[in-house]
């Protein structure tokens, strides 16, 4: 009847509340249903018979209405019909679902339950997923190794910022300062400029609580948003800096923001970090990839990184989601993911404010997910993965 799919934070009990909307929200995808409670920040997967039971019940429909369509369903008699609802209420109430025995944990305070304060800035301010964000750096190398991978989301050097943050030079490197008592140590810049990355998505997430970060990048058309998620090593970055040069709008590098209110798809439009082994395959559509700089990420990785063609702050619908998963013995084959598995994939590598997934958000992202075509593609070249791509899921115009 109910399966947990995630292990839950702790929470402290509290008085019981009726009702199964207390920040419990179910959400069809496809065949599956993700319920969702807020306050135990759990994910359980309900079966097809008591996905629909639970619907019956948080609408108020009558026993008898629902006891019916369960033996319609299941061909039982009304009475054994009556016994799974039962049970299906009884394991529900353990669970604190039905009348939500959980209150809220306490959350770290953050800057998000804070009004943002307009800082006036004098340094560099970019615009990152639609948030001003101005920093200072100390010395051109940081700034130099900074606007590689963001110089194109440069706005100017005066106006009105959401925040600031501030970067200086010491003994053994940079620090970064973007919250009062939070400082970050850096070797060198290109190790600052990786940090700077992290700091920028705090930034941008901390006053947006119901915002969802995932690891995707995404690049839209005027037929829709097309979202490689996954792990890295995977082959996502090439992919999305092939489809960049064939026209395609970049909204997200290497991170995705969904948004709840309204619903939409930002991201950070960082430029691209292409490793040694795609050079030789992006030096074709990137004339000027032997020309750029050489950075060593903290990981010990090289990486040149490549802007993208165009840039935009958000998406409209999301058309297709793809793991992209590349092998060198593996030719073309696509295969179609279940949407559940979608869900949890992307979940396991997400983050917000706060690490606290919202009622609201989590709906966001089911919504998202099944609304769009979720796709593997296996493949050992990234040109016929992008031919694919553009053939199947583009629509020309």
Known sequence: MTRR????????TGP?????????VLCALDDDYALFSEPQQRVYQLS??????WLGVSAGEPASRIARFVAN?????LDEANDYISSCLVEWEKLALLKQGLMEPIRPKSRSDESPESISATREIYCVSGAMIAISFPDSSAKRAWNAIAGHLRHGQTGVAETEITVGACEDGYWIAHQPGERASFGDPAALAVGLKEAVLHAVL???????ALHAAVLSSASGAIALAGSSG??????????????MSTIADDVALVTAQP????????????????WELLRTRFPNLDRLPKYRRPDGRTVKYIQPVRSSEQAGAITAIIFPRYSIMTPLRITHVRKLNALVSLLNEAMNASQWL???GFVALSTMINDAVVIRMEYDDANTGVEWIKMNLIKAG
């Open 73 to 77: 369903e299941t061909g039982c008699r």
């Open 48 to 53: 097809p018979i008591s996905g629909p039971i």
């Open 206 to 212: 901390r006053p947006r609580p119901d915002w969802i």
């Open 5 to 12: 799919l995630h292990p839950d934070n702790p929470a402290t």
């Open 16 to 24: 019981m509340v009726p009702g199964p909307d207390n920040g419990v």
């Open 263 to 278: 619903p939409a798809l930002r991201g950070l439009a960082f430029a691209f970090a292409a490793k040694p082994g795609s």
């Open 358 to 360: 919202t009622a609201k």
């Open 234 to 247: 995977q082959g996502k970055t090439t992919l999305a800096a092939l489809l960049s040069a064939s026209g």
